[in-house]
């Protein structure tokens, strides 16, 4: 009977990954960053939590031409990249589909671009080296709104 109880607690315990809608399906994400090294800790992050990365782009311009085909729930964005950056591929995606869900991934210090995201419309941001709980807390936050 014990026994039974803790198999109980233990099946009303688990979590459901965050990385999933209530039909089961993964949220897809496009990961933005010229970083290499951030966009694969960052994928593996979100994977164990059942997100699907569907794209990974490491300049703002090609972020746009991505999210124009891919049409991903939702972006995870650097802020400092070549070529295009963060804050102009935000407005750009934003001009696209007013109802993107991007969320910033700032370096510590530039809190002043982080409320210029948040001003043109970002749903929220996580500042590296970001931990998994809150990258994941904010790309829900996003997606659910
Ligand atoms: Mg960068």
Redesign the pocket.
Known sequence: MKIRENRLTEIINVKEPRGKNKFGQPYRVLMV???TTVRRLGAQMLRSEMFEICGEASDGSQALDLYKELDPDVVTM?V??PVMNGIEALRRILAYDKNAKVVMVTSEGHRDMVLEAIKIGAKGYVVKPFRKDSFCEQLRRAIDG
């Open positions: 960053d010229d970083s650097d400092n990249m």
